[in-house]
């Protein structure tokens, strides 16, 4: 008896081509999807939080057990006794980090620098063209906690008379807070602005 083999019909074997050349793509991106997606973000924050606890909660600053901001975000602080960090085009609010995004070009940007400058001026007491290009110009994420020596060192004499206390006194706080660049060559000084003010507070005029 002669056998008689079968062939599917054409469209048959089309839909199972499709179906097989679809498999390994519909796989790799589950796997991509759910790999890098979910579990590998899941154990890069639970390292994290185990080598680095204070900073994957947020470097959350704490007096007396009350939180009093963050070391990584900037805040304003409106009473005369505090230091005040650069401008914030987002407002210091975290969820809205971002710079100004104007020009150089752009008039507008120079015409409020030239605002800032002048209020930085008669609130510090100084010459306008000794204010530091960074407390009238924002940073490119709003939120920088940091001020350099410069910045800082123009507000002693406001901060001190505020507070009652030397100039001298003010300075040698603001130096004691004076970060250097990272491993020695990595960045400038800094100043942190919460926790000097915060330090400053912790001080009896």
């Given at each position: 008896m002669t056998s008689v083999s079968y062939a599917p019909?054409?469209?048959?074997?089309a839909v199972l081509?499709?179906?097989t050349s679809l498999r390994a793509p519909l796989v790799f991106a589950a796997v991509i999807l759910v790999g890098f997606g979910l579990l590998y973000s899941l154990a890069g924050s639970a390292i994290g939080g185990l080598l680095f606890p204070h900073q994957a909660a947020g470097s959350i600053v704490m007096v007396d057990g009350?939180?009093?901001?963050?070391?990584?975000?900037?805040?304003?602080?409106?009473?005369a006794r505090y230091f005040q960090p650069r401008p914030s085009a987002a407002g210091y609010d975290p969820m809205g980090a971002?710079?100004?995004?104007?020009?150089?070009?752009n008039p507008d940007l120079r015409k409020r620098i030239d605002e800032l400058t002048r209020e930085v001026a008669a609130r510090e007491g100084i010459p306008a063209?000794?204010?530091?290009?960074?407390?009238?110009t924002q940073s490119g994420g709003g939120l920088d906690p940091h001020l350099s020596p410069a910045g800082a060192q123009v507000q002693i004499a406001r901060?001190?008379?505020?507070?009652?206390l030397g100039d001298?006194?003010?300075a040698a706080v603001v130096a004691a807070h004076t970060e250097a660049p990272q491993f020695g060559?990595?960045?400038?000084?800094?100043?942190?602005?919460?926790?000097?003010?915060?330090a400053l507070d912790a001080i009896k005029p």
């Open positions: 019909p054409a469209a048959h074997a081509e499709d179906r009350k939180a009093r901001g963050s070391a990584l975000v900037a805040q304003p602080f409106a009473d971002a710079g100004s995004n104007l020009a150089r070009s063209a000794q204010v530091p290009g960074e407390l009238v901060v001190a008379r505020a507070r009652g001298a006194d003010v060559v990595l960045g400038e000084p800094r100043v942190n602005v919460l926790q000097l003010n915060l």
